[in-house]
């Protein structure tokens, strides 16, 4: 027993004096704004997306972008490793973690609201930390509200700090702290120019809006012969002389800058280019490799597929690229001119979404459009889709909402026994990252720590990512699963 005394003093001496970088857990009951706080502290929640060395386990850490000296900011929100446990419970444990791997705690409160039995039962447990807590009053949206530290004084902790993630408040505050307390930890000074003081925080926001409003990219592609020149054309047709005057043109395709309803886009038309001579290649390669390469600069694609022939083996290849790169996109029906005056218009229309659904069924997230290139019908829908489309966009869960709606999925329907590995797929914590940097419109990727994600089946995802449908409201935007395992 004394040994083992030993050896944890041992550790925590280790912990604190020679592990290389500290960490700060960020610590409260759910909706006090944890992940909110995380993300500005950590910058974008691009931050989050790759396969850092810190995310692990049930929790989320990243490298801190706001202070002069290297650390780590911990989110320890989510679910709990067993669903049945009590909230409280659950809490708890999220407390215990931080304080066995923390070297700084922030325990969230959410300032606009009274102290409920889980704040305190966090507190208490907080109380006996080794470690500096910092108690942190989110949702101080206003200044008037910094002065009403009230019933939270009771807490007992001796330092406190108001902030308002939402709006950006006290950060520098909280910058400073942090920055006073590193300082005496020892942490290793970070390079100037890693550091992002709270004016390029809002800089950095700034150029996010101004992404928004930069031009869209929109990629038209389709098999030969499905319309993609002539739908360029009506696209184009009161603008003409733009055509010459081409920015970005590769061997693959024509980037068009073109303006339609005063918004800006840039069409990626693969349907131009033609090979060089018979021998380059043949159409098909061609057309199909092209096509992956506009996919991919684009922000949005347009499958054109021909009314009257149908869906397309060739359609099938280049829509499944589309869905391969988690692209965002927009079916156009074209030469609907074909049938359309006919009684047999409606019919064709139900049979082509019907093939629609079935043979491109990975693209089971884009709505369609029928327009007819050739007399320059139906345009117009198009470009309220794509706009429908990037508001949508905008709209994804935030970390508490996405680990709410896993949450009622896994209770609804629980994962059943995995017969090989004899056991049951568990959700750890969900988090909502955007992994398109500079898209207009930009794809969140859900990534979701499981104990063993070879358990996770394509049903079962299929079943999640429904669940995710039905809370986000954005049409035309795929739904990325990104499992992980604990390691
Ligand atoms: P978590 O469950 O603790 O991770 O909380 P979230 O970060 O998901 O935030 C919960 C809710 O509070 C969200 O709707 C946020 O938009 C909102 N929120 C977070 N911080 C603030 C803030 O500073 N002010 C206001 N008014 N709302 C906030
Ligand atoms: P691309 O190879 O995909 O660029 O296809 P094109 O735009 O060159 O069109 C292939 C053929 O389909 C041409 O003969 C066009 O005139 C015809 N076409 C294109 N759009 C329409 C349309 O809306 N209605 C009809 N009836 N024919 C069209």
Redesign the pocket.
Known sequence: MAWFCVFLRLELWYHLHMSSTPTIAIV?R???????IFNRMVGRRIAIVHDQPGVTRDRLSAPCRLTDYACHVMDT?GIGSDLEDGFTEQVAREADMALASADLIMF?VDSRDHLTPVDISIAERLRRAEVPVLLVL??A?HEKQDLNLGEFAGLGFKDEIF?????GRGFHDLTQYLNGYLKKLGAAPVDAEEVMDADEMQEEEAREEVNADSPVRVAIVGRPNAGKSSLVNAILRDDRTIVSDVAGTTRDAIDIPHEVNGKEYVFIDTAGMRPRSRRDTSVEVFSAMRSERAIRRADICLLVVDIAAGVTAQDRRIGSLIAKEGKPCLIVVNKFDLFHPSAEYKDRMEEVKEQIRSELFFLDYAPFVAVSAKEGKGIAGIFTQIEAIRKGSLDYP????LNRIMQRALEANPPGMHRQLRKRLKLFYATCAVNEKYSTIPVPTYVLFVNDKRLMLDSYAQYLRNAIRQEVKGVGIPILLSPRSRV
């Open positions: 409260g759910p909706n006090v704004g944890k992940s909110a929100g969230v989110n949702k949206d902030l308002s993630a939402a709006h935030s970390t508490g909402q």
